[in-house]
């Protein structure tokens, strides 16, 4: 009976601390539902996590950018009239500027992620229904393995850069979370830094050592991390709201 409590307790608090992970993957395919950027924003309240989702926008706009440029050449070269493709392409690329020199900073950081990433799904959106209208989906198979083969320097980069980062923000909860514990584990921490440590083995090794604390220590932790998610889950669900509801929206929510 006790090795089943025992198991129950460090699966609930394996569930209430997945919020830690930043996929590097989220947010990086442009046709995303709301239920996602909702759960997206909801690391935006701090200035690393701000930076990081409009990195991973930004990368996705670049795998996007690159992906039109090599379809134009191309089809450019079949002799198709690739006008409407290259305005579309332009138009993502004056949002990719306004990704670049967003202030992660500003409280507006949240409201410009989410308004340049529908505006960068809608134009992705284009992009393909247009190229589908040009092309039969053999041909399109054949370009979509073309491009895949040749991805930028720069986007391989840009990717590092991602991995890093989240790898910060993990450590930075990491660390917050031993100091509700009492015991800051810095190798441990530092081991999945250097990416000797994944982060779930860092997250099982968290729930074992919240599993040797007191009956009433694990209860304090396990309400402050679920009050925590429950708060982040309210205010981005409270910022897509007031987005919908003002248009544009001035949605603000209480990030920060």
Do not use: P
Request: charged share 30%; hydrophobic share 40%; proline share 0%.
């Amino acid at each position: 009976m006790k090795k089943i409590t025992t198991l129950l307790i460090m699966l609930m608090m394996l569930i209430s601390i997945t919020s830690l992970a930043i996929a590097d993957e989220a947010g990086e395919e442009q046709e995303s539902t709301d239920n996602e950027t909702e759960k997206e924003i909801e690391v935006m309240n701090n200035s690393l996590g701000a930076e990081i989702r409009l990195l991973q926008l930004q990368k996705a706009l670049l795998k996007n950018i690159f992906k039109g440029n090599m379809t134009i050449e191309v089809l450019t070269v079949l002799g198709f009239n690739t006008t409407a493709l290259e305005e579309i392409l332009d138009q993502m690329k004056d949002i990719l500027e306004e990704v670049k020199t967003a202030n992660t900073s500003s409280n507006e950081s949240v409201l410009i992620f989410v308004e340049l990433k529908n505006q960068s799904k809608n134009l992705t959106t284009q992009f393909r229904e247009t190229l589908k209208d040009m092309l039969d989906e053999i041909t399109l198979k054949e370009l979509r393995q073309m491009i895949k083969e040749n991805f930028s320097e720069e986007l391989q980069d840009l990717s590092k850069n991602i991995r890093n980062k989240i790898r910060h923000f993990n450590r930075n909860q990491l660390y917050r979370l031993y100091g509700l514990i009492g015991d800051a584990n810095d190798s441990f921490i530092e081991e999945y830094m250097n990416g000797n440590v994944t982060l779930n083995l860092s997250k099982i090794q968290l729930c074992k050592a919240i599993n040797q604390l007191t009956a009433e220590k694990r209860y304090f932790i396990f309400s402050e991390i679920k009050q925590e998610n429950i708060k982040r889950k309210i205010n981005a669900e409270v910022f897509l709201e007031e987005m919908q509801n003002n248009g544009k929206g001035k949605g603000k929510g209480k990030w920060g």
